[in-house]
């Protein structure tokens, strides 16, 4: 949508896994998770992290998810994201639960494990902005409960010499507005 409205601006996208690698002379803008990993910036929270615990409909064999519980996910596989090796234990605290085996696959990255669920391998912990479409239309089902919150935010940041470019004020602008019409529906 920014591209369509703002033609001018040429856009290029990456992904850094560490953030000692950002380097404020060639980026403008990161958008990132967590708190502020980048010194001398300006960060704008854009919302709070809620994650849910997700499975394709087939994991459940045609099982009635519908009086399922949060306890319920410990039957089937648990799938991990590496980076986040306290997702399945901070999940099941929220929920009053414990397990003593939570062994299970761990993926690199976020979307090899939506894939990975979608594909019935097991029950993933997921940020909803990332299950969200796959929720939406189908291929993913929540049985389990609500999302619950975690303490982590997602962050607009960009370096504080750059506050002024007209490209960081526009795209700023433009995301704020975004995420608070999104918040309000």
Known sequence: AFQKLHPQFQIKVRSLDDAAKIDPESIDIILHYGGDHWPRAVS?????EQVVAVCAPSLLDGADSS???AGHALEYPLLHLSSRINGWPDWLAAHDLESDSLAGP???????????A???M???ILPT???EQ??????LIAPFGAPIDTPHEYLLSYPGDK????????????????VAGVSKN
């Open 106 to 116: 761990a993926f690199a990255h976020f979307h090899m494990l939506l894939e990975a």
């Open 118 to 120: 979608k594909h019935g």
């Open 163 to 178: 506050a002024d470019l007209e490209q960081v004020v526009t795209f700023r602008d433009w995301l704020l507005n975004s």
């Open 67 to 69: 009086s399922f519980s």
């Open 44 to 48: 704008h929270h854009l919302l709070n």
């Open 122 to 124: 097991g029950v993933a």
């Open 129 to 131: 902005i990332i299950a």
């Open 134 to 139: 796959s929720l939406l239309d189908g291929s």
